[in-house]
């Protein structure tokens, strides 16, 4: 496991085989598979719904897939779990600097 995966997945303690599946998925939206990415994402999902870590790479993905709605959603769903993610303040400040929003 390359070590700045495991620091970016550091919020509580993944299995290995999370670990490899966000690994997988990490992989894939660098080479621009962001679907492909998302569907690797939902298999962690479906063993544990809560996994910040996944969903918050779900929205990245969709932000990268111009889905900005939900993008924007995830987003807002990550941040009920977890006010402080990087990921999904990210995903949401981008979206208000596409809109125009600037000062917000």
């Known amino acids: 496991m390359r070590k700045e995966l495991k620091t970016k997945f550091k919020k509580r303690k ?3 085989s999370t670990l490899q599946v966000l690994q997988r998925a990490e992989d894939l939206k660098i080479a621009g598979k962001h679907q492909k990415a998302i569907e ?3 298999r962690v ?3 544990d719904p809560e996994c910040v870590e996944a969903i918050e790479e779900v929205a990245d993905n969709l932000l990268s897939l111009d889905e900005f709605e939900k993008a924007e959603n995830v ?3 990550v941040l009920s779990l977890d006010s402080k993610s990087f990921i999904a ?3 949401l400040g981008f979206l208000e600097i596409h809109r125009g929003n600037w000062k917000k």
């Open 14 to 16: 993944l299995s290995g």
């Open 40 to 42: 690797v994402l939902q």
């Open 45 to 47: 999902l479906v063993r």
């Open 75 to 77: 987003a807002q769903f």
């Open 89 to 91: 303040n990210h995903v």
